[in-house]
């Protein structure tokens, strides 16, 4: 039995394929050391910018009886504020297990029995930049690999057609950009495919994806020929781990054309699922990603931007802003966990909706020529010791808050949650163990979550 075929009877998937040579036992450590898997895949919705807990899942009513004190106690820095702001905003008691969601997100309100909101979420600092790169690689620099890329290292993908981790967003402009799903380190298979949504055409979606002059027969032809040689010249290079990454990359090239083609294609989706979802840049990525998630895709990154790459970056028109962001979000995120259930395939994708942070209890001011505070430009600055973080499926209690912050939303004090505990529970629901998930490089074994973390059993079902 070779190689290839001792590590797809292991179940290591097409993502692994090769990996036995180029790794040795590390490839068949990833595969080994699990627990009992929940999950099968995940899509994680990310709001890029930060929406803010105290509108959105963690009602703070005390705050009206502080309105306007001027915040104390260990900050980060010194606000230019005019006091704590209290939410303007209604919560509503939803669903049978009475969890408060405000009115700005009244369709996830609907479906909260499925979701688990963490109100104990908390990161290392309160700028964007470290933080993305906290939630989406765990580690405060761009130097580690993405979640994205640990998860289908360790798993491999479900699909050798299409590729295994997939970024989806509409705008080429993010803040960090790439190193948000880097493969770093890992092996270059394990970098993710990042795709454009702003165009949903299946051409645009993915460049060079049909030939124009080959039939599919001559095509096949044409790569076991190429293949061939490029074996013949791997073997001369005692199999380079760079090399043979992109030959099994033209081999999954050839593959998604035919695969692709369908999987990528929402215009196939009936008209009243499409309407469901909602005709914006973030409800039609939500559509596709429920699409690649059904066709085997491990993991799928669904960035919220727009032209302004930070859009919940609310520091000014706060109440102008976060409820045309949440009108938006709230139906296609709902949409999304609602069709995966109804389509049986929420008990195996974990879907997380999250932002980098938070955002302060207290207002932001923005002041005119003439030095005036301007009441209705007020905002919410960047706030990393309490924020909220919402989960559905994937073994996940439903109808579940756990934590919580101070009766202001300053800081997380109860079962409180770091960005390593949330991503070792998400690899222990894909069956991973966030310990023994690792890769040796520069001389140490190298893991997602670093010397942290702890799963947060709690809310496992």
Same mark, same amino acid.
């Given at each position: 039995?070779? =190689?290839?075929?001792?590590?797809? $009877?292991?179940?290591?998937?097409?993502?692994?394929?090769?990996?036995?040579?180029?790794?040795?036992?590390?490839?068949?450590?990833?595969?080994?050391?699990?627990?009992?898997?929940?999950?099968?895949?995940?899509?994680?919705?990310?709001?890029?910018?930060?929406?803010?807990?105290?509108?959105?899942?963690?009602?703070? /009513?005390?705050?009206?009886?502080?309105?306007?004190?001027?915040?104390?106690?260990?900050?980060?820095?010194?606000?230019?504020?005019?006091?704590?702001?209290?939410?303007?905003?209604?919560?509503? @008691?939803?669903?049978?297990? &009475?969890?408060?969601?405000?009115?700005?997100?009244? @369709?996830?309100?609907?479906?909260?029995?499925?979701?688990?909101?963490?109100?104990?979420?908390?990161?290392?600092? /309160?700028?964007?930049?470290?933080?993305?790169?906290?939630?989406?690689?765990?580690?405060?620099?761009?130097? +580690?690999?993405?979640?994205?890329?640990?998860?289908?290292?360790?798993?491999?993908?479900?699909?050798?057609?299409?590729?295994?981790?997939?970024?989806?967003?509409?705008?080429?402009?993010?803040?960090?950009?790439?190193?948000?799903?880097?493969?770093?380190?890992?092996?270059?298979?394990?970098?993710?495919?990042?795709?454009?949504?702003?165009?949903?055409?299946?051409?645009?979606?993915?460049?060079?994806?049909?030939?124009?002059?080959?039939?599919?027969?001559?095509? =096949?032809?044409?790569?076991?020929?190429?293949? $061939?040689?490029?074996?013949?010249?791997?073997?001369? +290079?005692?199999?380079? #781990?760079? !090399?043979?990454?992109?030959?099994? *990359?033209?081999?999954?090239?050839?593959?998604?054309?035919?695969?692709? #083609?369908?999987?990528?294609?929402? *215009? $196939?989706?009936?008209?009243?699922?499409?309407?469901?979802?909602?005709?914006?840049?973030? &409800?039609?990525?939500?559509?596709?990603?429920?699409?690649?998630?059904?066709?085997?895709? @491990?993991?799928?990154?669904?960035?919220?931007? #727009?032209?302004?790459?930070?859009?919940?970056?609310?520091?000014?028109?706060?109440?102008?802003?976060?409820?045309?962001?949440?009108?938006? *979000?709230? @139906?296609?995120?709902?949409?999304?966990?609602?069709?995966?259930?109804? $389509?049986?395939?929420?008990?195996?994708?974990?879907?997380?909706?999250?932002?980098?942070?938070?955002?302060?209890?207290?207002?932001?001011?923005?002041?005119?020529?003439?030095?005036?505070?301007?009441?209705?430009?007020?905002?919410?600055?960047?706030?990393?010791?309490?924020?909220?973080?919402?989960?559905?499926?994937?073994?996940?209690?439903?109808?579940?808050?756990?934590?919580?912050?101070?009766? !202001?939303?300053?800081?997380?004090?109860?079962?409180?949650?770091?960005?390593?505990?949330?991503?070792?529970?998400?690899?222990?629901?894909?069956?991973?163990?966030?310990?023994?998930?690792?890769? =040796?490089?520069?001389? +140490?074994?190298?893991?997602?979550?670093?010397?942290?973390?702890?799963?947060?059993?709690?809310?496992?079902?």
């Amino acid at each position: 039995m070779n =190689r290839r075929d001792a590590l797809q $009877r292991l179940s290591a998937g097409f993502g692994a394929i090769g990996l036995a040579g180029m790794l040795g036992s590390q490839a068949q450590a990833a595969v080994k050391q699990q627990v009992t898997p929940k999950a099968k895949r995940v899509i994680f919705l990310f709001m890029n910018g930060a929406p803010s807990h105290i509108d959105t899942f963690d009602p703070k /009513p005390a705050l009206k009886k502080y309105e306007g004190q001027q915040p104390s106690g260990k900050l980060y820095k010194a606000p230019a504020t005019s006091g704590f702001m209290s939410s303007p905003l209604q919560f509503n @008691r939803c669903g049978q297990s &009475g969890i408060e969601v405000s009115e700005s997100l009244p @369709r996830l309100g609907s479906i909260i029995d499925d979701c688990c909101v963490i109100r104990s979420m908390h990161t290392d600092v /309160p700028n964007h930049e470290p933080a993305l790169l906290m939630m989406n690689t765990g580690n405060i620099q761009p130097i +580690r690999p993405s979640l994205g890329s640990w998860v289908l290292y360790g798993l491999g993908s479900e699909n050798e057609n299409l590729p295994g981790f997939v970024v989806l967003r509409p705008t080429p402009n993010i803040v960090v950009g790439p190193a948000l799903w880097s493969n770093s380190f890992l092996p270059a298979e394990f970098q993710a495919t990042g795709v454009i949504t702003s165009d949903m055409n299946v051409d645009k979606l993915i460049a060079n994806v049909r030939n124009p002059l080959l039939s599919s027969t001559q095509q =096949r032809r044409q790569v076991d020929l190429i293949q $061939r040689f490029n074996q013949l010249h791997a073997a001369r +290079r005692d199999n380079d #781990s760079a !090399l043979e990454s992109q030959i099994k *990359s033209m081999e999954t090239a050839y593959r998604m054309q035919s695969a692709a #083609s369908e999987a990528f294609d929402i *215009s $196939r989706e009936p008209p009243k699922m499409r309407e469901l979802y909602g005709d914006t840049p973030f &409800g039609r990525s939500c559509l596709l990603a429920r699409r690649l998630a059904e066709s085997g895709v @491990r993991y799928i990154s669904v960035y919220y931007t #727009s032209n302004n790459n930070q859009p919940w970056d609310t520091h000014s028109d706060h109440y102008k802003r976060h409820p045309e962001l949440c009108a938006d *979000s709230d @139906r296609a995120s709902a949409a999304l966990i609602s069709d995966l259930k109804q $389509r049986g395939l929420l008990d195996d994708t974990l879907v997380v909706w999250t932002g980098e942070f938070g955002r302060t209890p207290y207002s932001q001011e923005n002041k005119d020529k003439n030095k005036k505070i301007d009441p209705m430009k007020r905002g919410r600055d960047h706030h990393h010791t309490a924020f909220s973080t919402l989960l559905a499926g994937g073994g996940i209690k439903g109808g579940l808050a756990y934590g919580a912050s101070d009766e !202001l939303g300053m800081n997380a004090v109860e079962k409180k949650v770091h960005v390593h505990d949330l991503h070792a529970t998400i690899l222990h629901q894909l069956g991973l163990d966030h310990e023994q998930l690792t890769y =040796r490089y520069a001389g +140490r074994d190298f893991r997602l979550t670093d010397v942290y973390g702890d799963v947060v059993t709690d809310i496992l079902a």
